[in-house]
């Protein structure tokens, strides 16, 4: 019996750092798919070749996998799901020397604690509002910031509303408000 050394016969080469940094990722990125893909293929080699109570135990624990992802991206959804815009749809009055907007209520939900803040200076605090049921906003009931009223002939520009579970812009529907009340009648 002979010893065999395990010593190197010529010192390990340094790995190539010319060239441009495009070229080395893409030879470090295919080299690290190609021993993943041999990897996978000697994972599948080994995988056809055991027995078939072996396949059954890992195709119970992949659907146990499976059925607990899927669980899980049904109990939670994320906040895709969450449009914040409270089912509220918006009325604008008609009379343009006494301005007031009506906000109805139009989820299955009820609207506790609502603040409504109009041209982000004024608001306007209700304590709820039912489904279904609405709240009509005039400048007589909005409070400036330093408690002050807002003036009579306010033009309502931009509307926004937060309960204490959600919150809504409603300044896009206040805007298709003012242009169906200001466009030209036929």
């Given at each position: 019996?002979?010893?065999?050394?395990?010593?190197?016969?010529?010192?390990?080469?340094?790995?190539?750092?010319?060239?441009?940094?495009g070229k080395r990722v893409a030879a470090e990125t295919s080299n690290v798919l190609l021993n993943a893909?041999?990897?996978?293929?000697?994972?599948?080699?080994?995988?056809?070749?055991?027995?078939?109570?072996?396949k059954y135990k890992a195709g119970i624990v992949a659907a146990w996998?499976?059925?607990?992802?899927?669980?899980?991206?049904?109990?939670?959804?994320?906040?895709?799901?969450?449009?914040?815009?409270?089912?509220?749809?918006?009325?604008?009055?008609d009379k343009l020397d006494r301005p007031s907007v009506t906000i109805w209520n139009e989820s299955k939900d009820v609207w506790r604690d609502v603040i409504i803040t109009v041209n982000n200076e004024?608001?306007?605090?209700?304590?709820?509002?039912?489904?279904?049921?609405?709240?009509?906003?005039?400048?007589?009931?909005?409070?400036?910031?330093?408690?002050g009223s807002a003036p009579a002939d306010l033009r309502f520009q931009a509307l926004t509303m937060k309960s204490s579970d959600d919150n809504a812009d409603l300044t896009p529907s206040l805007q298709e408000e003012w242009k169906r009340l200001l466009a030209p009648k036929q």
């Open positions: 019996m002979r010893a065999v050394s395990a010593a190197r016969a010529a010192p390990l080469e340094k790995p190539k750092t010319e060239g441009p940094l893909f041999s990897i996978l293929k000697e994972q599948l080699a080994d995988f056809r070749a055991s027995d078939r109570f072996f996998v499976a059925l607990s992802v899927a669980s899980f991206a049904i109990a939670c959804p994320g906040s895709a799901l969450d449009t914040g815009d409270m089912d509220a749809r918006l009325v604008l009055s004024y608001k306007a605090v209700v304590a709820e509002v039912q489904p279904g049921n609405f709240v009509t906003i005039t400048p007589k009931q909005l409070l400036g910031k330093n408690g």
